[in-house]
């Protein structure tokens, strides 16, 4: 969206703000009715269809950051894409439908039963058998009905994304099998649970650089027929997102479930390898025993992990990523209210506390 009309830089920026926060509202009603036509649709065929509508329905409309939409969206009003064209509202609720699948899929992988403030999927249907003592085990009752819902999900964002123009197909396949793989890689080293900062970072890059900021800015450019902007997003996005995944990292750590809307101290449970621990446990060796020896409290590990000063490193490490990325798209060819927009969102989610 080139900003030709004349106007202050407050002015240009606050039409900017406005075109994009229209075009997520649009995606929020586009997912709304779809939803609520896919439920319409099964709730004719029997009244037991419904549910894993009603799980996936309930997951949307419980929040959530919308960050995926929002850079596919910036990403496309930077490169000039005319917002009256529905091309970018569909693919920009095809991302947050396959996030809503990854959430889903990753609460049962990380044992969570919070996510947005409320039950999980695979939670609420296990304390669903319990409550009606419906026959079989509830866990693995609950469990199942979350990797269906997860799965119905991902056939809807495919559905969804089906609309998009045919160029963002490429991109679109690549940022599906990078998030399946990076989420396996993080299972994997949570198991094996040994220090590799290297193998760290790839395993952010791909579900958060790559997945969450770089790509998404891509379709979004791709839709509005400007591929040659993907290089410098690229260089954006991993730095960005990697910024993003550190912040996560430490609110898992020091966050408050009550603004995170999840569990704190998730990863410590599941024995993720993030960065941070990586880097914690390089400096002190005492922090393996800590997170993996029975007995052992959150509050423990969050003590050592403050007396290592990593915390802090971690935090200058985000700023300076921060300023690569807005470096990465200091002459990038669009107009400089997206520029100074692309700086602003990056600044958000990096320094963000929920």
């Known amino acids: 969206m080139e900003m030709t009309c004349i106007g202050t830089d407050q002015e240009l920026t606050a039409l900017a703000r406005r075109t994009r926060e229209d075009l997520l509202q649009r995606m929020e009603d586009h997912l709304r009715a779809f939803l609520s036509a896919e439920h319409e649709l099964w ?33 496309y009003l930077a490169a000039d894409g005319d917002p009256g064209d529905p091309a970018v509202v569909t693919a920009a609720a095809a991302l947050e439908m396959l996030h809503a699948s990854a959430l889903i899929h990753d609460d049962v992988i990380d044992a969570s039963d919070q996510r947005r403030g409320r039950p999980t999927v695979h939670a609420h249907h296990s304390a669903l058998h319990a409550r009606h003592a419906w026959q079989g085990e509830a866990r693995r009752f609950g469990e199942g009905v979350a990797v269906l819902v997860g799965d119905l999900a991902l056939v809807y964002s495919e559905q969804l994304m089906a609309a998009a123009p045919a160029a963002v197909v490429p991109v679109w396949n690549t940022l599906r099998s990078e998030l399946m793989i990076g989420q396996y890689m993080d299972m994997t080293a949570a198991a094996e649970f040994c220090v590799d900062p290297a193998l760290s970072r790839w395993i952010a890059l791909a579900k958060s650089g790559h997945y969450t900021i770089h790509r998404p800015l891509v379709v979004g450019a791709g839709a509005a027929g400007r591929p040659d902007l993907a290089p410098a997003f690229e260089k954006y996005g991993e730095a960005v997102g990697e910024a993003f995944q550190l912040r996560d ?3 898992d750590a020091f966050g408050d479930s009550a603004d995170t809307g999840k569990p704190a101290g998730l990863d410590f449970a599941q024995h993720k390898m993030t960065l941070l621990l990586g880097w914690a446990m390089q400096r002190d060796d005492r922090i393996h025993d800590l997170v993996t020896t029975p007995g052992h409290t959150p509050d423990e590990v969050r003590r050592r992990l403050l007396d290592t000063g990593v915390p802090d490193d971690v935090e200058k490490h985000i700023g300076d990523l921060v300023e690569q990325g807005c470096e990465a798209i200091a002459d990038v060819p669009i107009d400089p209210v997206w520029r100074g927009e692309l700086a602003a969102m990056a600044a958000r989610v990096a320094f963000r506390t929920t």
């Open 249 to 251: 990292d430490l609110l």
């Open 43 to 75: 709730a004719g065929v029997n009244d037991r269809a419904v549910g894993a509508v009603t799980a996936l329905t309930d997951l949307v409309a419980a929040g959530g950051k919308r960050i995926r939409p929002a850079f596919c969206i910036a990403g």
